[in-house]
């Protein structure tokens, strides 16, 4: 079954350093791939996504994120955290004809002063 | 968010009422889902829709019904509420739908149902 992996369930960061949360997937082809971001009490707001092409893929706020086929990841990143960062952040899959996107159970950030 | 609206956006009920919440877009979409979020679980699909009065099933939804009458509004009814089904609700609406592999989903800003 497809499944999607976070395996940080929760990141404390300083201010002004830099961020990688993990996402792995598990499917056969290359899926849709996203990453959400859920501020306190708000809905997700969608960070970036990838169809295809360029591995690299830019989003809002700063965030980028990449794509690696032999590893089944899609990492998010950010070279400088501020503090209005701290979120909650899911990845998710979408894997096309088999219907239903997969959200991952979210790490949640905290960024230190 | 994006012309979703939900309602109410918190509750309060006791175990066998019944409860709708409702999720109302301005933006013409076809799709339109229900989730579920609980801590440890992430987020997980209850009912979506795809037209007026064509919805389907997803991952949880057992003590759950849906009606789309209208495309702009979909409705999710918990006939007998239980404890088991305090959690937050969420609408989102897309485009292009599932089966597309271009899913992208725009959400509500959620409903906190708590059942004592």
């Known amino acids: 079954a497809q499944s999607v992996t976070q395996p940080d369930i929760h990141i404390t960061v300083s201010e002004g350093a830099s961020l990688e949360l993990r996402c792995n997937y598990s499917?056969?082809?290359?899926?849709?791939l996203f990453w959400y971001v859920q501020s306190p009490g708000q809905g997700l707001q969608l960070l970036l996504k990838y169809f295809s092409g360029d591995t690299l893929v830019q989003g809002i706020k700063g965030f980028e994120a990449e794509f690696k086929r032999s590893q089944s990841s899609f990492n998010l990143r950010k070279p400088s955290v501020h503090w209005s960062d701290a979120a909650e952040y899911f990845c998710?899959?979408?894997?096309?004809?088999?219907?239903?996107?997969?959200f991952g159970k979210g790490t949640k950030l905290s960024v230190k002063p | 968010d994006a012309g979703i609206t939900q309602s109410p956006r918190h509750k309060v009920t006791e175990t066998g009422t019944p409860v709708t919440l409702r999720c109302h877009q301005t933006?013409?979409?076809?799709?339109m889902y229900w989730y579920r979020q609980d801590p440890g679980h992430g987020l997980r699909l209850i009912h979506y829709s795809y037209g007026v009065k064509d919805t389907d099933k997803g991952e949880v939804s057992d003590g759950y019904s849906v009606s789309r009458s209208k495309t702009e509004d979909f409705l999710l009814t918990l006939e007998s509420a239980t404890s088991s089904q305090t959690s937050v609700y969420f609408c989102?609406?897309?485009?292009?739908?599932?089966?597309?592999?271009?899913?992208?989903?725009?959400f509500g800003a959620g409903s906190r149902l708590t059942v004592l």
């Open positions: 998710a899959v979408d894997p096309g004809s088999q219907g239903n996107l997969i």
């Open positions: 499917y056969g082809a290359t899926p849709y």
């Open positions: 989102a609406i897309s485009e292009s739908g599932m089966n597309s592999g271009a899913n992208v989903l725009t």
């Open positions: 933006e013409n979409h076809r799709y």
